[in-house]
Every structure is written in structure tokens, then in C-alpha cells.
T-cell receptor, first 115, second 109 residues
Framework: ETGVTQTPRHLVMGMTNKKSLKCEQHLGHNAMYWYKQSAKKPLELMFVYNFKEQTENNSVPSRFSPECPNSSHLFLHLHTLQPEDSALYLC??????????????FGPGTRLTVL | RKEVEQDPGPFNVPEGATVAFNCTYSNSASQSFFWYRQDCRKEPKLLMSVYSSGNEDGRFTAQLNRASQYISLLIRDSKLSDSATYLCVVNNSDYKLSFGAGTTVTVRA
């Protein structure tokens, strides 16, 4: 299934590096999301974009910087991360924000390891 | 109190068995409810929505109890391919989903 794609699938970076995660959705959706999934913990919503506008920043540290140039693409720029930021980062999209029960479709995720 | 709580399991069941588990949610104003399935090292995928009247999809049955604020998932005639982590998901507002940490089910031959 290629509805939502993410690159890279795996990333190892040092605490001083700068890297970016990319997400692309081919579903014609208007809303996109970044989630963090740590081991044995629930998915944590990080950011929400609707029609390219950021509508939610869930108290995410500034070392994570999202960018949404259009409704199909979403980036997460990373800099000076900490080892505790190691996790699976999932991108998702949905048809619209604001629709009760709107289904979110997830990408395969980027497994990030911060050394 | 966590917004969504699940028994982490694991539930180890033989093929053909029935397995059921619940999820509780804290926000009585929650509007929509879902079960997602997540295979090991893969992304979550929608298994089914949960409707007030309860609903069935093949071997899977979901129930909602608003009074007690829980939803349930029952899997009949378990298959090896049912082995996964099942995530309980609650929609508390227009777009914000709250996820449980998941219930792991392992079906053995």
C-alpha cells in the first residue's frame, strides 16, 4: 500500500546532527499529522496541519520543527535531539480535520535512533 | 488518569479460540471510537469503527458501552494472522485522536 509514504524508514543520528523526515500522501487528503510512538507507550500526537496550516502543536520541544509546503507533503526537521527522542515517528493523513470519526491513514513510519 | 487505558496483555490463545478485551476511556464527551491493528514494526491500520449499537465485521465484533465508558473487541475463530497489537482509539474532538498503548494478542498453532 502506498497511500502514505515516509522516508527514510530508518535513521540513526547524533545529538548534534540536523536531519529531516519526509511524508507524502497520495490520497487527496487535506489534513496531515505527526505522531511519536515510543516503546510500550501510546501514540503521542505532535503536530496537525489542515490545508497546509498548522492547527495543533502538542507542546512539542522546539528541536522538532514541522513544515507543510502543500497538502500532500509534510516534513519534520530535527536538530540537537536527545537520546530520549528515539522512537517511531508516524505520519498520518485524513480527508479533513473537523469531521467526527474521520479515519486517519498512517505511513510506515521512520524509526529514529539518537546516539 | 490516562485518556485511554488498555490491558497490555499479552493474550495467548490457540487457533480457533475466542479472545476478547476491553478498553476504557476517561472523557465522557468522546464522540467516535475505533479499533486499529498494529503488526510488529508496522504502522497502525484501521480495523473497524465502533458504533453505539455495536457492529460486526466477519470474525470481529466491537461493542460500545457509554454508561461505563468502555469499548470491547471480540475475535472469534482466531487465526495465526490475528496476532498483532490492537489499539483502542477515541476521538475527543474534531480531529484529535487519543490512543491506548495497545493490547497484544498472540495466536498459537
Amino acid at each position: 500500500e502506498t497511500g502514505v509514504t515516509q522516508t527514510p524508514r530508518h535513521l540513526v543520528m547524533g545529538m548534534t546532527n540536523k536531519k529531516s523526515l519526509k511524508c507524502e500522501q497520495h490520497l487527496g487528503h487535506n489534513a496531515m499529522y505527526w505522531y511519536k510512538q515510543s516503546a510500550k507507550k501510546p501514540l503521542e500526537l505532535m503536530f496537525v496541519y489542515n490545508f497546509k496550516e498548522q492547527t495543533e502543536n502538542n507542546s512539542v520541544p522546539s528541536r522538532f520543527s514541522p513544515e507543510c509546503p502543500n497538502s500532500s507533503h509534510l516534513f519534520l526537521h530535527l536538530h540537537t535531539l536527545q537520546p530520549e527522542d528515539s522512537a517511531l515517528y508516524l505520519c498520518a493523513s485524513s480527508q479533513n480535520r473537523g469531521q467526527g470519526g474521520d479515519t486517519q491513514y498512517f505511513g510506515p513510519g521512520t524509526r529514529l535512533t539518537v546516539l | 488518569r490516562k485518556e485511554v487505558e488498555q490491558d497490555p496483555g499479552p493474550f495467548n490463545v490457540p487457533e480457533g479460540a475466542t479472545v476478547a478485551f476491553n478498553c476504557t476511556y476517561s472523557n465522557s464527551a468522546s464522540q467516535s471510537f475505533f479499533w486499529y491493528r498494529q503488526d510488529c514494526r508496522k504502522e497502525p491500520k484501521l480495523l473497524m469503527s465502533v458504533y453505539s449499537s455495536g457492529n460486526e465485521d466477519g470474525r470481529f465484533t466491537a461493542q460500545l458501552n457509554r454508561a461505563s465508558q468502555y469499548i470491547s473487541l471480540l475475535i472469534r475463530d482466531s487465526k495465526l494472522s490475528d496476532s498483532a497489537t490492537y489499539l483502542c482509539v477515541v476521538n475527543n474532538s474534531d480531529y484529535k485522536l487519543s490512543f491506548g498503548a495497545g493490547t497484544t494478542v498472540t495466536v498459537r498453532a
